[in-house]
Nanobody, 123 residues
Framework: VQVVESGGGSVQAGGSLRLSCTTSGITSADYAIGWFRQAPGKEREGVAAIRRSDGRTYYAGFVKGRFTISSDNAKNTVYLQMNSLKPEDTAVYYC?????????????????WGQGTQVTVSS
């Protein structure tokens, strides 16, 4: 299974970025894809997750109303649209997937990870 993220970068507070995550090699008929982030000195935390088959989503409370997760199944790609970015959103963002459709916010439940992409928000 391969997971590849792209789209990170540097923006000013209030700006927007869109991250992309392309997966390949998953054999499960249905599965979840999650976005996580890890800031320096902090634990990795769940940001959002989506179920591939029906598009049901999960959002962490700190991103509700600002971030949107979506999926283009034809491209095996999941997007994380991040609006109204804040300096505290600065982190390495990771995409992960698992052989289960449950949209878990817990990183330990995901088996396959991308390399991460840096998002930096300046004030």
């Amino acid at each position: 299974v391969q997971v590849v993220e792209s789209g990170g970068g540097s923006v000013q507070a209030g700006g927007s970025l869109r991250l992309s995550c392309t997966t390949s090699g998953i054999t499960s008929a249905d599965y979840a894809i999650g976005w996580f982030r890890q800031a320096p000195g902090k634990e990795r935390e769940g940001v959002a997750a989506i179920r591939r088959s029906d598009g049901r989503t999960y959002y962490a409370g700190f991103v509700k109303g600002r971030f949107t997760i979506s999926s283009d199944n034809a491209k095996n790609t999941v997007y994380l649209q991040m609006n109204s970015l804040k300096p505290e959103d600065t982190a390495v963002y990771y995409c992960a997937t698992r052989n289960s459709a449950w949209r878990s916010p817990h990183s330990y439940e995901y088996a396959y990870w991308g390399q991460g992409t840096q998002v930096t928000v300046s004030s």
